[in-house]
């Protein structure tokens, strides 16, 4: 069936480390996908999206190309600041809600 | 704008118990749903609504009940609380009910415990 599929963490990096982490998915067609981004204590907020092939969403350092061909839209960041810590969350648009991967707890030190 | 609010922000409660969640945005958005998050399992669908007067249900709608009387307000009703339904719930609207590449906007959530 229809699913995503993130990396599980949790994952500790240092600060100025690079980020990535994987989603992949499964879908008929060619759904929009997003990640979305939780701080500690708050509701999900969009972090960036792509609505087609090989488009790629960009925003606050983070970047994700959506490639048909492996069926991914992994997350990545060249260089991590600890006010990245939060959960990230993968998701695709399905035709009345977002299904969404399990998370990811990401934790940058100093 | 104060965007999706959704109140209270914690509750407590025991089982058997019924109570509402309260979800509203200002944003005249069409779409509004109701999610709600467990450890390991992401965020699951409830219940949704594509407009006033309109409502479906989701992946896991069992023990929850919506209604939609105006475009500002999705309230979500726990009929017979169990110790299931603890969890986190999210409300969360955009702005077109076919409009799956829009952004959806997520409210602060309700912290549910059901003893």
């Known amino acids: 069936g229809d699913s995503v599929t993130q990396m599980e963490g949790p994952v500790t990096l240092s600060e100025e480390a690079f980020l990535t982490i994987n989603c992949t998915y499964t879908a008929t067609g060619y759904p929009s996908l997003f990640w979305y981004v939780q701080y500690p204590g708050e509701g999900l907020q969009l972090l960036l999206k792509a609505t087609k092939a090989d488009d790629k969403g960009s925003n606050k350092g983070f970047e994700a190309t959506y490639r048909k061909e492996t069926t991914s839209f992994h997350l990545e960041k060249g260089s991590v600041q600890v006010s990245d810590s939060a959960v990230y969350f993968c998701a695709r648009a399905g035709a009345n809600n977002l299904f969404f991967g399990t998370g990811t707890r990401l934790t940058v030190i100093p | 704008n104060a965007g999706v609010t959704q109140t209270p922000k914690f509750q407590v409660l025991k089982t058997g118990q019924s109570m509402t969640l309260q979800c509203a945005q200002d944003m005249n958005h069409e779409y509004m749903s109701w999610y709600r998050q467990d450890p390991g399992m992401g965020l699951r669908l409830i219940h949704y609504?594509?407009?006033?007067?309109?409502?479906d249900q989701g992946e896991v709608p069992n023990g929850y009940n919506v209604s939609r009387s105006t475009t500002e307000d999705f309230p979500l009703r726990l009929l017979s609380a169990a110790p299931s339904q603890t969890s986190v719930y999210f409300c969360a609207s955009r702005e077109t009910s076919g409009g799956r590449s829009d952004t959806q906007y997520f409210g602060p959530g309700t912290r549910l415990t059901v003893l």
């Open positions: 609504s594509v407009g006033a007067g309109i409502t």
